[in-house]
């Protein structure tokens, strides 16, 4: 199942947006699904997670607070509601899904069916 991220645009700081993913086809049982963000010549890195069973969130430091993680079951899609954007928030958004248990929700080896994301540009 494969993944794909849509939503991002060109935002002034401060300003909001809400990324969607949606599955291809009907998502396997996977444990999680997440955020990610690739900055140009950064490694991708965890942004944010929600369990599948019992919906648990969990969120990288530098956007707990200004992000929210959620989903809906029922449209096979997950969102991730951005404020307060930063500029160092400007990335590449992708979604993915892990088997994983939630020790390595962090891990993005831990994740497949990566899609291609969306750009997310925040001006100063």
């Known amino acids: 199942v494969q993944l794909q991220a849509f939503g991002g645009g060109l935002v002034q700081a401060g300003g909001s947006l809400r990324l969607s993913c949606v599955a291809s086809?009907?998502?396997?049982?996977?444990?999680?699904l997440g955020w990610f963000r690739q900055a140009p010549g950064k490694e991708r890195e965890f942004v944010a997670t929600i369990r599948r069973s019992g919906g648990a969130t969990y969120y990288a430091d530098a956007v707990k607070g200004r992000f929210t993680i959620s989903k809906d079951a029922a449209k096979n899609t997950m969102y991730l509601r951005m404020n307060n954007l930063r500029p160092e928030d400007t990335a590449v958004y992708y979604c993915?899904?892990?088997?994983?248990?939630?020790?390595?929700?962090?891990?993005?080896?831990?994740?497949?069916?990566w899609g291609q994301g969306t750009l997310v540009t925040v001006s100063s």
């Open positions: 086809s009907r998502p396997s049982n996977s444990a999680s």
């Open positions: 993915a899904s892990t088997y994983g248990p939630t020790s390595t929700y962090w891990n993005v080896s831990m994740y497949s069916g």
